[in-house]
């Protein structure tokens, strides 16, 4: 520390040739005096209190923007769909974690939307669903699911190859020997979905395979309360292991 | 003549070889249950009908005789669809009829949706046709109560988006069928006045 | 006869004993490893245990400290030294041979903490945007894949990782791991840690 201080001071003291001084106090009242008797006035007082006030200003808004991107307000869109985008991938895309993390990008918002109610009430089954949806405001779950209904990356990709051809006939045609509905009647010829009837293109492989196989262990669960997620159960119920896995491989592919 | 133990077990096997691939010959009541079921996935609770990727017809309360024309038309791919070719084709005649007859038998409330605005004048081509384009009343062939008749389809309850869909593309799906008698009036109408006249008929109950 | 014999030992002895992991380990550069991360590779401060680890994650540091993408102060001044030696095959092998060590739980956290951590842990924060870590890193800490085992991590080691992602350091883990980082409190990194320090 007194090496920086005699540091100022041989400066001050190389521009004024000569005085120096011994006490701390004295340093700082003559370094002032001189200060302001060496600096010679090249803008008003006022322009330069303004421009130090501007220049102060524009730091601190670059610190709050800052601030604001990286603690958006908890309550707002877009801090909560960063976090849905902290599981679900950077754009939605779905993610293969521990479990595997639905892709919510470009997904029908009335389906979305009777996801978060259905979690909220535990007809649909998932712990740490149904603490988020807990959290979730009708506004602030309507504004969501149209911002990821916009969303619309390439699919995460990864299944099987060799399943898509048998996947593609059980989706275009069914299983009418096993009673086994073609999904294109209600989910589209390309799984585009449509109203409360969700999109299945692009989801992920091993998502689909979880669904359709725990179907009834997850949805419906409140006898109470049932929702329209028994339409699936018999199909669910209906194929067999193989043709989960060819099914699900065909619909992760799709655009 | 007297038949061996051998020619006996011949023709046994002959027998059972001919009935084995048969799984139709033994259809039985859970079959048929089962099957329903099926049916339903798409149609609909009790078979009312569901707006899937593509509107889904009621079949409650149907024409059993209609149902059965349909189911045959699909299978043969004279009324072109290709799920319902797949659902139709493996359907054995004892089936179809078991089906069509259960169908006939159910009566849930319509499902409704169309917009009401459109009611009156849906209800005026129901009952009037539309002469100037040489299109018929629909109460000659369907019934004052749109309920059908024999080959002549049930129309009240249909669902709107599935009537609209079908005027609409009468030709291209059904032009190879008994229901090409069908195909001038579909044509005969307007956009607007098939619109009206499905909105009518599918809150008839 | 005898010399036969004996030359047959030795060479049925030798060719099980290759088999086995220590054997096994001396084929590789382990011994650069071992130095800090201990023998079986169960973690010595400051450097974190790496048995049991997933192998996927052990390549993609190991690729990152290559590429200096994870550039936190220790990974700089050790890390990125330790591995520009080693060959595409040997990394390979490293990966998976600590993989299959058994890990063994640190247990240095603060115990009065591990509930609040597990609590964080499997059910996250979602009125404060903190995703569920259980959700990616399994329900035993364990991992899969590309996704790092935290179970058994010692304390220290677990609060400095989640305190750089806030402080801007990184890694070769995606987006989220800054993301849900940079939300958590000093409290929670401090039961976190705690509770995955335990963590069989």
Known sequence: MSVIWSNSLRHLNGRRAGEGTTSLRGIRCRNMTMARQREPRTMPVGVRWVL?????????????????????????????????KDCHGTSAQGYAGFFPIPRLAGQQTEYLENQLRAFNEHRRANNIMSGIANTLSPAMISALAAKLRELNPPPVGGAPRRLMAEGKRIFDDGVPE????????????DAPGVREIPRLAGQLFPYVVKELTNWGKERGQNVAKPDTSFIMSPIAHSLTKPQIEAVAAYVSYLK | MKVSALQSAL??????????????????VSDVQAKLQYCNVCHGISAQGFLGYYPIPRLAGQQVDYIKNQLQGFAEQKRTNNIMFNVGH????????????????????????????????????YEGGVPGANVAA????????????????????????????????????????LSSVMTPIARGLTDAQIKAVAAYVSYLE | MNRIRAGLATITIGWFAASLPAAQAERLPVRNCIWCHGTLAQGYTPAPQLAGQRPQYVENQIAAFRTHARDNPLSRQYMWNAVENLDAGAVHDLAAYFSTL??????????????????????????????????CHGPNAEGVRQIPRLGGLAYS??????????????SAAGPPM??????????????????????K
């Not at chain 2, 389809?153 to 988006?161: M, N």
């Not at chain 3, 903490?113 to 924060?125: E, H, N, R, S, W």
Request: charged share 15%; proline share 5%; net charge positive.
């Open chain 1, 178 to 189: 096993a009673n086994v509905a073609a999904c294109a009647a209600c989910h589209g010829p």
């Open chain 3, 178 to 199: 800054p993301n849900i980082a940079g939300k958590l409190s000093a409290n929670q990194i401090d039961a976190l840690a705690s509770y995955l320090s335990f963590v």
């Open chain 3, 157 to 170: 080691y677990l609060k400095r990782r989640l305190e750089q992602w806030a402080e801007g350091y990184h």
């Open chain 3, 102 to 135: 058994p890990p063994k739980a640190a247990g240095d956290g603060k115990r009065e903490l591990v509930a609040a951590g597990l609590t964080i842990y499997q059910d996250g924060m979602p009125g404060l945007n903190v995703a569920a870590c259980v959700v």
């Open chain 2, 90 to 125: 493996v359907l054995s005649p004892a089936m179809i009829a078991a089906l069509a007859t259960s169908f006939h038998d159910l009566n849930p409330k319509p499902l409704g949706g169309a917009p009401k605005a459109l009611l009156a004048e849906g209800k005026k081509i």
């Open chain 1, 52 to 84: 130090r006030t501007a220049i102060l200003a524009l730091a601190f808004a670059g610190a709050a923007a800052r601030a604001e991107d990286k603690f958006a307000s908890r309550g707002s869109v877009q801090a909560k769909l960063s976090f849905c």
């Open chain 2, 11 to 28: 023709l046994l096997a002959v027998l059972a070889f001919a009935f084995a691939g048969s799984t139709h010959a033994e259809d039985t």
């Open chain 2, 138 to 177: 629909c109460t000659s062939c369907h019934g004052e109560d749109a309920k059908g008749n024999g080959q002549f389809p049930r129309l009240a309850g249909q669902l709107y988006a599935y009537v609209s869909l079908q005027l609409t593309n009468w030709s291209k799906e059904r032009s190879e069928t």
